[in-house]
């Protein structure tokens, strides 16, 4: 029969279990970015087919094979809004989902919640990036004539408002725990905001950038290390959250292995087939 740790044990257990939190996370991380990558790319690309746009799908980049001539205002507007839009509503419902699971999701609530802060961070950090580096829905501004100080508007009240989430939403991720802690308390809050949510952050994005070497793209890089700014809002704010306490069920934190064969998995398909390029239309 399981039983849960004595209070003597609980903290060497919680230390030892941290590694663990952040290899789970790692996976779920990874898994989350290359799904909302799929999504977001298709339906640029099939936004695109639509005007007989035909493109070309690649990790770095998504290449349409018409001349800046051809582009009009409709076509712009459909292509390079539609991924950002959908962006912001596969994170509202996926925050509705998330809280009406997360007791019960196990691992998928924490792919669930990565995956939501991916949706939230495409989203902002097409406004931000897209303003600065005119990309993705700068082109969208150039051809509504949304001049410089228009530019600067968006960028700052994006900026903001990704920054506030991040303090907001602090104690809604920190529910995650539940997957491993019948409490989260004291020093514990800060310390698995870190090995749940930063630690992922910084050690996928160095991985992606592996998966893509030689390539290099400015605009997706910043686009990822945008999240930043989300993140360090809720770390910082973490500690300072309400205490926390679940269910009394004893928790056996495992390493998931069908996660991470399914992420192994997609990262080969994403290196691959995105590597030589995705042809649609």
């Known amino acids: 029969m399981k039983t849960a740790l004595a209070p003597d044990r609980l903290e060497n257990h919680t230390v030892r279990i941290f590694p663990l939190i952040t290899l789970n996370s790692v996976f779920a991380y990874l898994l989350a970015y290359i799904v909302l990558f799929l999504i977001t790319r298709l339906l640029t690309s099939v936004s695109a087919s639509a005007f007989n746009i035909p493109s070309v799908i690649y990790y770095s980049d998504t290449r349409f094979l018409i001349s800046s001539r051809e582009w009009n205002r409709d076509s712009v507007f459909a292509v390079f809004t539609a991924s950002p839009l959908v962006a912001l509503f596969l994170a509202a419902g996926l925050m509705a989902l998330y809280l009406e699971t997360i007791e019960f999701s196990g691992i998928s609530g924490i792919f669930m919640v990565w995956l939501m802060i991916l949706c939230i961070g495409y989203f902002v950090g097409e406004f931000i990036m897209g303003a600065i580096l005119n990309r993705g829905l700068g082109y969208v501004m150039t051809y509504w004539y949304v001049m410089d100080t228009g530019r600067v508007m968006l960028t700052v009240i994006a900026g903001m408002v990704f920054l506030i989430a991040g303090t907001m939403l602090s104690r809604v991720l920190l529910y995650s725990a539940t997957v491993y802690f019948n409490q989260l308390k004291g020093d514990l809050k800060l310390k698995f905001a870190i090995s749940q949510f930063f630690l992922p952050f910084v050690i996928s994005t160095l991985v992606l950038q592996f ?25 910082c704010h973490s500690s300072k959250t309400q205490d926390l306490y679940f269910d009394e069920v004893p928790r056996i934190p495992t390493f998931s292995p069908s996660l991470a064969a399914i992420t192994l998995f997609a990262l080969f398909i994403y290196r691959v087939v995105f590597g030589a390029g995705l042809r649609i239309g």
């Open 211 to 235: 998966c893509e070497f030689p390539e290099f793209s400015f605009y997706i890089f910043f686009k990822r290390c945008i999240l930043v700014f989300f993140l360090l809002p809720f770390v």
